[in-house]
């Protein structure tokens, strides 16, 4: 089992910033990449952002040059550094974990952008 602890989420104007934590525990060894998906009202769940222990990262195409993902493997946390943004990136963000055949879930963070 994993579990996953997030933080940072929060109220901000359009065109600032904010940055997300995410802290595992747990069969940390069983995981590997980690990253956010995010979940605006009445929209599918969507991937924003992933981080491989090598360091390997995806971003959703909505966010690039914007969101920046990084690791500490030593600590077993992620980071979601979000700047720029719009009110369209209001939603709740769910930190994820893969430990292949499962996916592990934060417990989500709610960021909400006033215009």
């Known amino acids: 089992q994993v579990q996953l602890v997030e933080s940072g989420g929060g109220l901000v104007q359009t065109g600032g910033s904010l940055r997300l934590s995410c802290a595992a525990s747990?069969?940390?060894?069983?995981?590997?990449?980690m990253g956010w998906y995010r979940q605006a009202p009445g929209k599918q769940r969507e991937l924003v952002a992933e981080?491989?222990?090598?360091?390997?990262?995806n971003y959703a195409d909505s966010v690039k040059g914007r969101f920046t993902i990084s690791g500490d493997n030593a600590k077993s946390t992620v980071y979601l550094q979000m700047n720029s943004l719009s009110p369209e990136d209001t939603a709740v963000y769910y930190c994820?974990?893969?430990?292949?055949?499962?996916?592990?879930w934060g417990q989500g963070t709610q960021v909400t952008v006033s215009s």
């Open positions: 981080i491989t222990r090598g360091g390997s990262t």
């Open positions: 747990g069969n940390i060894f069983s995981i590997g990449p």
């Open positions: 994820h974990a893969r430990a292949p055949p499962y996916i592990y």
